[in-house]
């Protein structure tokens, strides 16, 4: 399969809508006032909006990973991309004003994308975090079986994510998966396993992860 031909809700894999948000901050903003923003602006839509879960909001740390730097990732399990009409509906009538535009003035959303979930999302929170960034090139359920041999491998890590974008509506490579470690000495036993594979998936980029004001720039 093409790498551009990632399919969207796929037989046997958990339904619903992963939106995934890769945002900058601004050039001169102050890093402490980036974060308030941004954890205010996350915390308040959560809040407002039970129907979308916070699954990630993750900073690249160590410099290890590709930019930008800072990842939202969204779940609205049950939902598809009419999530999206809802969505536009609520911005045009300016209900969430009061959360977006402190973040707006601080972050940019680079680019954002639409994925359908292969396995059941978990919400990581207070961890050490490893994304992988794949091209799938099988169908979903072997990207998902996979990942579920992965895991099973490795009992200590969680695989909080495993996602495959919709068409082309999410940037390059099209996969993303997001696992938590107990510490980053556990890099030695999942960064190279998909070294020499280039089926179902194509890893392309890698990268670690704290939470929003626990990085290391």
Known sequence: MPESDTSGNAPGGETGLVYVEFVSRRPGVDLHQFHAAQLQAQAGWAGGHVEDLLIWQAARTWRL????????????????????????????????????????????????????????????????????????????????????????????LTLNLLACRIGHLAPNPGGLAVWTLPDFASLAEIATELEGVGHPVLLRQAGTYHDVGEEIL
């Open 65 to 156: 990973g590709p930019e930008p730097e800072y990842l939202v990732v969204w779940y609205t399990p049950g939902w598809g991309l009419e999530r999206l009409d809802e969505w536009d509906r609520i911005f045009r009538a300016g209900g969430d004003d009061h959360h977006e535009r402190p973040a707006r003035q601080v972050a940019r959303i680079d680019v954002a994308g639409c994925y359908t979930a292969l396995r059941p999302p978990v919400a990581a929170r207070k961890g050490i975090y490893y994304a992988e960034f794949f091209a799938p090139t099988g169908t979903p359920d072997a990207v998902r079986e996979l990942y579920h041999r992965r895991a099973a491998l490795h009992p200590r």
